[in-house]
Every structure is written in C-alpha cells, then in structure tokens.
C-alpha cells in the first residue's frame, strides 16, 4: 500500500507543478487531494517517527532524515499558503494571511517541495534496487540512459529559472501555455529525474563502504549529468531570449570593462570610427571649462509618442521640435559631486559614485548655481522667495528642458526605448520583474521581447551600463531627472527650444528610477511633482549652452508651499486585500480624523488572479469606475491622507476616480500605500497629475501590513507632515 501510495504521489505532483495544463480550479483541487495523500502517507509511515530516536545515526540516515523532515516542512507551507489563497476548494480560508507575501511563499515552497520529493525518492532507490538481480552491463546501461535524462532535466530545470523562485527572486511564474499539454507533464517528470537520481547517487555515496562499490562511481555518474546540462545550454540556445535564464541570470554590471564601468568617472573620449554619427562630434568645448560633457548638435525630433506606443498617457502628444546645440553630463550627477559643492549629501543609498538623490526642483537648481560658481561661470538663476529666473544666455550650468532630456535620450530613436528594442535589466537598472508590456502578460511571459530580469532594489554607479548612441548613460532606469519645465500640455505648434507650459504647480522629471516599471521608462513618458520633492530615485543631470543661440529670460513663481497645521483631516482610501485597510485603521486610531473606504459600485473579483487582470485592463483604458460612496462636506476637511495598494506602479483607478469627484485646490494630499517591493512606483505622479492644485505632503510607503514596525512608522509619518495625534 505504501509503495502504491508513493506512486500515486509522484504522479500528483507532476500534474500539482503543471499550472498551465489543469487551470486554477483543478489545480486547487490536486492540491487538497496532495495534501490528503500526505498525510496518509505519513500515518502509514507513523513507525518512523517512533524510531527517531533509536539506534545510531551514520551520514546516510542522518540525511534521508533531514530530507524527509524539510520535505514534510516544505509541504506543509506549500498546503498553508496555497489555501491561503484559495478561491475554489476551500474559499473560507482565503486571506488566513497577507494575500501578496502567500503567492510568493506559496510560489517558492512549492518548488522546494518539487525539489526535495525528488531527493527523497532518489535517496530511496538503492533500497528498493537491492535486491534487483542484473548483469554489470545492463546496469552500466540502465545508469547511463538514467544519468542521460537527468542532465536534460537538469538543463531544463535550468532554463525554467526555477531558482530564481526559489529564493523569491521572482514573485510569481511564468509559464508557457503554448506548449503541449503532454510535454509539459515529460518536463516536469525530466526535472524530477535529476533530482531522484542526484539523491541515489548520493545514497549509493554514503552506502558505499556497505556495498565495498568503487566510492567515485556516484560522483562520476553525478557529473555525467551536469556535463550533459551544461552542453545542452550552450548548444540548445535561442538566439533571440533574454539572460533571465539559470544560465545566465542577470546580475549588476558595475564591474566589467565592457558595460563602460570605471572607478573614476573619466573625460570624454575620443570617438571611435564605428561610433554613431552624433556620438562623433561629442567633444569638449574648447572655449568652456574641461568637464567632460558631451555636445548634442541642434536637430528636429518628434516628440511625445505615437497613439500607437503601448501604455502611452494622453499628455505624450507627438509634435515636431527644434533643439539649439547644447552640452549635457554624459552621467547622473554623483553623490561626491553634489556633496563637494553642497556641504552635504541627502542621498538615501550612499556612495562617491552612486547618483545622488533626495533632492527637490529647487535643490537641483541652486546645485546647478554653485557648479557654476565654482568652474567661473555665469550662474543661470536668479533665485528669491517667490520667483525664480532663467537667464537663457547665461553659459553656466543648468536643468535640461524637457525637450533637451528627451531629444538627448532619444539619441535619434523613435522608439518607446533607446535601445530600439524592449528594455531588459541586463540594460538598466529598474524593477526588472516588470519589463516592458508585462501587464497585459502577467502569467505567460513568452510573447514578451525583453522578459523579466532582477530587480536591484536600490542605485548603482552611474555608467554601470552601455551608453545610449550618442554617449549617454542611464537615461532609463536608476534614478528620474529634473527638467526645467513645468508639468503642462505640449505646445504642438512651431515649437523651437520650448521651456515648458507658462504656469503650473508641478515640474517634469523624466528617465524613470531603480523602482520603476518598464512602461514608466520610456523616452516619451513625463513624471511630475511640486518643486519641494524629494524621492529615493529622483536625481538631476546638468547641461550648459553651447554657443549663443539661447537669448532672453524666463520668470516662475515658484515659493515652496505652506503645508497645512490643525486642519480637519480625512482619511480616504481603497483597500483589497486588506493591508491598507489595516494602515488606514492605525492612522485613524492615532489621530482620531474621519474615516471612509471608498468601494466600487462595481466591485473587481476576490480572486487574486482575476483582479491582476482587471485593474491592468482599467488601467490601461484609463477607467473611472464609479464609487458606491460621497463625501458629502468635502469643503469641511483641509487635509486628505489618501492610501491604495501600489497596483502595476500606480494607484488602483477607484483612487483616480475618487481624486477626479472634487476640487482639491488648496487642500493638502498626504498619500500612503502599501505595496510589494516597489514602494511608491508612479503612483505620486498620477496623484500630482489628478490634482494639480493641491500642496502634496510627505508620502508614506509600507511593505503589504507593516507588521509590528508599522505603528510606529505612522507616528514617525503623522509627526513629519505635522498632523496632531491623540
């Protein structure tokens, strides 16, 4: 019965690991009878447990023990989690706990348990071979075509990225539902195959005195299969995939000659005769200072996206601009830089070499003045309390306007990249989990051009990757940059070196940071916030004139806003899993403010997959789903603290819908969120975009429920942004 059980398990988790061949529903259902078959298994087993204890422990029982003990650990979470979540077997147990940790747990134990049933069973095979009577020949040959499967199902393993969600690299999965259903089931047993016959050999290892067996057999049967995996992956390639594969697993490339790294960020080079055309008149200006900044030459561009980029926002009008000859930092401005002309370093991730980061509009400018100074050049602005002004002609250092970044970035690309193809985290540093078009992919990826790569969670040394074609490095990823100009529609007609809309309350800043999607990296897409900014992935790069075809001035008024002290506070938000709903409770109970959960007269779904989709779809069309609930005295309330969950880098658009019902000039936004890893994403840009007129307060970001950290995290935010607590 034992044996007859083993099989019928074996069997079930081939099919419990083809998510792509049962569906949902049935997969949820092989999962309960998984679990019942465990627990049978383990009472038919229960003399094991007696003898735990017993007798004397030599290496081969010691590790079948340890395997068996993690084995019945890792299904146990696997079970735990995967009910956790479920919306078809047993939906009361949904939400036992935070819905975003359980995927990725459930994601990870359940390869472990994969992984682990295949040593176990492997560790088990001399047992149930010995008394196996054959011929030396036939059991080389048995070994060989053994040896021969498990290599390929140690390069498929491989392929398959497997580790990656092992180690919650990755926190869900990607399958290919194109594939046969069949070939899916002979993978997955391949897979298994390594696994059990990495365990036999093992077992024959530890056994081997017992069986007076050559002691380097095991080992050399045990590297036959690697050797047949590692040929297999150089030789079964596909010309046209991305590094995310075991293979060749991104990694940061802030060390290798070839990604232009360095340990001083060195002058400008000379151009090399296969360089682009533009990157060859890239050279310093004989007449300026020798800082190594890069001459872009005048030019026409469209700027903006077409209607038909994906994931394109309404405000990317494509237009026609003319661009005078500027010189631009082919670097993010470092953290060394900023903090010798500064006096100090506000920067969250610190190092000489990182870009700097933390630092406002008005920062960015008053850096731009004291560069200036220091090189002997005219500074560019004229800054007082209540305006500031742009001396155009001036030769000093500066923002780039809006349309200079994008003009410099595209670098002659019409694009939604520079790189004229998906961008891949082997190319930049952003949320690489989240490469371009991902959304509408989420859970088969093999349509996408780029897939998903690491995710770095933090900056890395400026130049750690290949430059653009005219010699510019970062210009997607690491951190955003400001521009000069106000956040406002285009001007479509006749533009030549605009300077931005003529008034606004927000400013642009461009490129996308380490925490950003891949659809918010792109070179036509504008992020905007209050002069008064500060973010972990929001940094600056410098330009200066190049000759004198710049003339005039500008003048904005610009006065840090007053923030709000004592008004009556509203607390807003959209929870669905309940983790927000959770923070938005602490907030109410430290400070006592009005309280209202804004749902859907139109609900998404209570299944986590299907709401995935949902939110993406309405994001993507830009829904306005109508709310079940009105705030009826909204004149009443001064100050707003606003939460969501962080959804596809954004707010969830019950949030947009709520932003867009009432006027909020005056009034102060303070948003929070939840979120999985990406902390804020673009979520501060949308609300900046949907209510213009209102002074932004310090943001809060708290991984899924915060855990025990979380009170306190509230208070240290209530008192930031001077709200009064109980």
């Known amino acids: 019965m034992r044996k007859i059980l083993d099989i019928i398990l074996t069997l079930v988790l081939l099919f419990l690991m083809a998510y792509q061949v049962t569906g949902e529903m049935i997969h949820e259902w092989i999962g309960i009878s998984m679990t019942v078959l ?3 298994h383990h009472i038919l087993n229960r003399k094991w447990y007696a003898a735990l204890f017993r007798g004397r422990y030599n290496a081969y029982r010691s590790l079948t023990t340890l395997v068996s003990i993690l084995l019945l650990a890792a299904f146990f979470m696997t079970a735990f989690f995967g009910m956790s979540m479920s919306g078809y077997a047993v939906p009361f147990l949904y939400g036992m706990a935070p819905i975003s940790f359980v995927r990725r747990f459930h994601l990870a134990m359940s390869f472990w348990s994969y992984v682990l049933m295949g040593l176990h069973l492997g560790l088990h095979i001399p047992a149930m071979t010995a008394k196996w009577k054959m011929e030396k020949v036939l059991r080389i040959l048995l070994s060989a075509g053994f040896a021969s499967a498990a290599g390929y199902g140690l390069f498929l393993f491989l392929e398959s990225s497997i580790t990656d969600y092992m180690f919650f690299r990755v926190p869900f999965a990607f399958l290919d539902y194109e594939k046969a259903k069949a070939l899916v089931i002979l993978e997955n047993l391949l897979m298994l195959v390594f696994w059990a016959f990495l365990g036999s050999q093992i077992a024959n290892l530890c056994l081997r005195k017992a069986k007076k067996t050559n002691p380097l057999l ?5 590297l036959t299969a690697v050797v047949i995996a590692l040929v297999l992956g150089q030789t079964i390639k596909d010309p046209e995939a991305e590094t995310f594969s075991g293979w060749n697993a991104d990694v940061p490339v802030s060390i290798t000659e070839e990604t232009h790294a360095f340990e001083e960020i060195p002058e400008a080079a000379e151009p090399e005769e296969n360089e682009p055309e533009q990157a060859k008149t890239a050279q310093k200006d004989p007449a300026e200072v020798s800082d190594g900044f890069i001459l872009v030459d005048s030019g026409s561009f469209l700027m903006g996206s ?3 980029e994906n994931w394109r926002i309404d405000d990317e009008a494509q237009h026609e601009v003319t661009v005078s000859a500027f010189y631009i930092d082919p670097y993010e401005t470092v953290q060394e830089e900023y903090e010798r002309l500064m006096g100090d370093n506000p ?4 190092g000489t070499r990182l870009p700097v980061e933390q630092i406002s509009w008005l920062d960015a400018l008053r850096f731009a003045n004291a560069k200036s100074e220091d090189a002997g050049l005219t500074p560019c602005y004229t800054i ?16 780039p306007t809006e349309a200079e970044w994008e003009y410099a970035c595209r670098a002659g690309t019409t694009t939604p990249f520079n790189t004229e193809h998906s961008l891949s985290a082997a190319e930049a540093n952003f949320y690489g989990h989240y490469p371009y078009e991902i959304e509408e992919n989420y859970f088969d990826n093999s349509v996408l051009e780029a897939k998903p790569g690491e995710y770095r969670g933090h900056t890395l040394e400026v130049g750690s990757f290949s430059p653009n074609g005219w010699g510019l490095y970062d210009c997607h990823g690491n951190v955003n940059e400001w521009t000069w100009d106000y956040y406002g529609p285009y001007e479509t007609e006749g533009a030549a070196d605009p300077t931005g809309a ?3 309350t927000r400013h642009v800043y461009r490129g996308g940071g380490w925490n950003d999607f891949a659809k918010n990296m792109r070179s036509a897409y504008r992020a905007a916030g209050q002069a008064d900014l500060k973010s972990f992935n929001l940094g600056v790069r410098l330009v200066r004139n190049a000759g004198n075809s710049r003339t005039g001035s500008v003048t904005v008024s610009e006065g840090i806003p007053e923030t709000e002290h004592g008004g009556k506070v509203l ?3 959209y929870s669905w899993g309940g983790n927000t709903r959770r923070i938005a409770h602490e907030i109410q109970s430290q400070t006592g403010a009005d309280l209202i959960e804004l749902t859907m007269v139109d609900p998404y779904s209570d299944n986590y997959s299907t709401v995935l989709m949902e939110d993406q779809e309405a994001q993507h069309r830009q829904d306005r789903p109508e709310l079940s609930v009105h705030v009826d005295k909204m004149d009443e309330y001064d100050v707003i603290l606003i939460g969501y969950p962080n959804w596809w880098a954004s707010i969830p658009m019950p949030i947009a819908t709520f932003l867009e019902s009432y006027d909020f000039s005056g009034k102060q936004i303070i948003p929070f969120c939840s ?3 990406g902390r804020f994403g673009q979520s501060l840009t949308a609300i900046s975009k949907l209510a213009p007129n209102a002074v932004m307060g310090q943001a809060l970001a708290i991984n899924y429920s915060g855990g025990t950290a979380m009170p306190g995290d509230v208070s240290a935010w209530l008192d930031a942004n001077g709200i009064e607590r109980k």
């Open 38 to 40: 465990v627990i049978v």
């Open 218 to 222: 095991p080992i050399v049967w045990a």
């Open 306 to 308: 077409p209607e038909t």
């Open 347 to 350: 920067s969250l991730y610190t």
């Open 384 to 399: 007082t309390d209540t305006e500031i002004t742009w001396d155009r002609a001036a030769n000093g250092y500066r923002l």
């Open 502 to 504: 003529a008034a606004g």
């Open 571 to 573: 607390i807003a938000f």
């Open 675 to 677: 979120h999985g890893g």
